[in-house]
């Protein structure tokens, strides 16, 4: 035993990887399913302790080693040629790890990292030998990709614990017994809580172990609790290709980085998604590749923080001096040298695909250097839209959230991106009832979605996260009722500025992306522009400006120009002009 006890304890001290991470719950499963369990005999006491101890030796010798975590640690380079080729853990088999054609019932919740971390689940369990299904019904294992940002999206996921837990119960004993799953935040956040409370919960994986999911599903089929919840210094699922789960989706999301080294007061991220980690350039761009390949026209790069992105891994870049922060910002961290940084990234990704259009979010403010916004202005396919969270606009509020800057600094930073990019489209993301947020700190904020008129917004009361500096250090003294009043007179606000904002577009002609049939008009289309604003319009026949003279249908992914005649706070409307490229448009379009 005190041998397993060192190897675990190495193994947690030196944060190894997925299939080396054996969680706090695994020791339970492995007794339970192989060779750590021990059987005992009538027998005198004596007898019985030397059989037991024997037992245990020779079972616990064909049992994990430390050569295997560090085998785990250091995967030899052919292996990482392979993905496809996993050696088993020593208590399980190779065919334990199949899915066998069990169906796969997956939901997301939050932001779209976790749409991302979906789609990278679902490609190491399609590899598994599951199938997917869409009928909730009958799945043979129930997975919720789980946010943690706030109490209100932790709520929505115990309700439907309850809804499941009833499914799970009605389950026919004719048919293989129905396995629950939380992934994500959630599962790395509350960990022993769900396992507690919900006990029909029979798998958790944090963010960095979904490479671990055939494993956990193998353990909970003997009928127990499993559960990886352990971060990764290095984790990046940068070798696995994201199964794109819609045939008719025009557009993709690529993760570039994970984790986030900010640690904003407020923010539960860092700790139920680790450190910021980077992936190589060359995985990125070959995904980038692949999508393009497939006839998709958009993908957006994501990450907690995107644009601190710095690729470490290819050491001639090492050596290479750090790249200036927004002027008037600070970082929480050391400064880091070297690597390739994001705008060396979106200038390869740009390249790929003149036909393809590239987002990225969410960005923090401070990492917009002047090469960024340069980058963003020259080229066609790199959208002409920034998202720039806020959170307040109060400068003393902004310092007790550790953002990095002040209400001065971030406005000057504003007047330089619009400066620096004509016409471009701004999004900010805000928090009403931060801790000892005063009525006048709420006003600041007020006239700061006045002063910017942003195009589009994400606003949310003020929620305190366990383990965050905020819960350690600050008080959550505004009232709930207060927060709400708050937060209802910044979204008035911001929808007052927004539709201004907006309505300058009408009578522009604009570039929209067709994603398909409106959800409230069978007779219209709907798509998005450059800003990533709605755009609604007639579905009809129209001009096709690469070919003279015929006459199409706008289908999902074709390029339309549109004339905007209308605006409101979310959505323009217009008439739309003739089907072209996106390399073409840019003769036709006017700015907002």
């Known amino acids: 035993m005190h041998r397993l006890q060192c190897i675990l304890q190495a193994q947690r001290c030196l944060g190894w990887g997925p299939l080396a991470s054996v969680s706090w719950l695994l020791l339970r499963a492995c007794r339970a399913h192989s060779s750590f369990s021990t059987t005992t005999c009538p027998s005198p006491e004596g007898q019985q302790e030397d059989g037991v101890r024997k037992d245990f030796s020779s079972r616990l010798a064909t049992g994990p080693t430390f050569q295997h975590f560090l085998r785990s640690t250091s995967v030899p380079p052919e292996k990482l040629s392979s993905p496809d080729v996993v050696d088993p853990p020593p208590y399980l088999t190779v065919d334990e790890l199949l899915g066998r054609q069990r169906k796969v019932y997956l939901e997301t919740y939050g932001c779209q990292m976790n749409v991302n971390d979906t789609e990278i689940a679902w490609s190491i369990l399609q590899k598994s030998g599951y199938l997917r299904t869409d009928n909730l019904q009958e799945a043979d294992v129930i997975l919720l990709v789980t946010c943690s940002i706030r109490e209100k999206a932790e709520q929505t996921i115990w309700n439907r614990l309850h809804q499941l837990k009833a499914l799970k119960t009605k389950r026919l004993r004719s048919r293989v017994p129905l396995k629950v799953g939380i992934l994500g935040c959630m599962a790395e956040r509350l960990k022993e809580e769900i396992l507690n409370r ?56 690529v993760s570039i980085m994970r984790g986030c080294d900010n640690m904003c007061s407020y923010c539960i991220v860092p ?45 001639q870049f090492n050596s290479v001096v750090s790249t200036n922060l927004s002027r008037g910002f600070s970082a929480n961290y050391k400064t880091k040298q070297g690597g390739l ?40 396919n790199i959208c002409k839209q920034i998202h720039l969270p806020a959170q307040s606009g109060s400068s003393r509020v902004l310092e007790a959230m550790r953002r990095g800057y002040s209400r001065e600094a971030y406005v000057e930073l504003i007047h330089h991106i619009r400066k620096s990019i004509p016409g471009v489209s701004l999004s900010s993301d805000f928090i009403a ?46 009232l709930e009722e207060v927060k709400l009043r708050r937060l209802q007179e910044l979204i008035t606000v911001f929808r007052e500025e927004a539709t201004k904002a907006n309505k300058t577009s009408v009578g522009c002609t604009q570039l929209v992306l067709v994603e398909g049939l409106s959800k409230r008009s069978a007779t219209d289309l709907c798509g998005r522009n450059d800003g990533n604003l709605k755009v609604i319009f007639p579905d009809v026949e129209m001009e096709d400006a690469t070919d003279s003279g015929l006459r199409v249908r706008a289908q999902p992914g074709d390029y339309v120009l549109v004339k905007i005649t209308s605006a409101s706070s979310q959505t323009l409307r217009g008439h739309v002009l003739c089907r072209t490229t996106l390399r073409d448009s840019s003769a036709h379009c006017s700015p907002d």
């Open 433 to 478: 009832g931060f801790c000892g947020e005063t009525e006048e700190d709420h006003l600041q904020t007020v006239s700061l979605l006045q002063e910017v008129q942003y195009n589009m917004g994400f606003l949310f009361a003020y929620s305190m996260r366990q383990k965050t500096r905020a819960y350690h250090r600050l008080k959550d003294d505004v």
């Open 271 to 315: 700790f139920t998604r680790g450190r910021e980690r980077s992936r190589p350039v060359a995985s990125i761009l070959e995904e980038v590749r692949k999508l393009s390949e497939q006839g998709l026209k958009e993908v957006t790069l994501l990450g907690q923080n995107v644009n601190s992105f710095r690729d470490n891994s290819e050491v």
């Open 198 to 253: 919900e006990k029909m919960v029979d798998i958790l994986a944090g963010p960095d172990a979904y490479r671990d999911l055939p494993r956990l599903l193998a353990v909970a089929e003997s009928g127990q609790q499993a559960a990886n919840v352990l971060l990764s210094l290095d984790e990046t699922y940068a070798d696995v290709m994201p199964v794109q789960t819609s045939p008719s989706a025009t557009s993709a999301f």
């Open 341 to 380: 940084r994001f705008s060396h990234l979106l200038d390869q990704v740009s390249r790929i695909d003149p036909e393809m259009r590239i987002r990225f979010t969410s960005p923090h403010p401070k990492d917009f250097p002047d090469e960024v916004l340069q980058l963003i202005h020259e080229r066609d």
